[in-house]
């Protein structure tokens, strides 16, 4: 398994309201118009799961697994070209601040793993950012 994990971004929301909206992927219809339709589309979701097709991976599907309160948010694929696990780790830094790291692992092949690993680091940076600029109000 190789693991990916992104720097931690600084969160200027208490953790308790960034645990609440990332553990009810409900809370994704906020951000609905930042998804950016020329790179993902077919963008769906409920409270434990959401899917996505990205361009041009294919269409991924994953589904919280484990929410560990105030902490860490984890998901597994339930489709996905390249099966993996990601979690949302969020904690306190203040009362009203926090920090959150976006960490994926991925069992690659190793005939892939050169062609993946930029990428999938890549896209592990950019979960974290989108999630840092969200309003969790």
């Known amino acids: 398994m190789e693991k990916f994990e992104s720097s931690v971004k600084p969160i200027p929301y208490p953790v308790e309201d960034v645990y609440r909206n990332i553990s009810d992927l409900r ?35 994953l589904r919280i697994i484990e929410r560990e309160e105030g902490k860490c948010v984890k998901f597994e694929t339930e489709q996905s070209p390249l099966p993996f696990n990601l979690w949302i780790q969020v904690l306190p830094v203040t009362e009203t601040t926090s ?16 062609m993946v690993s930029g990428p999938l680091q890549d896209g592990v940076e950019k979960i974290a950012d989108a999630l840092a600029q969200v309003p969790y109000v």
């Open 27 to 61: 809370n994704l219809d906020r951000v609905r118009d930042r998804v950016p339709e020329d790179k993902l589309s077919d963008f769906a979701f409920d409270e434990d799961s959401v899917q996505v097709n990205v361009d041009p991976v294919g269409l991924l599907k």
């Open 99 to 114: 920090k959150m790291r976006v960490t994926v692992k991925a069992d690659i092949p190793f005939m892939l793993k050169g």
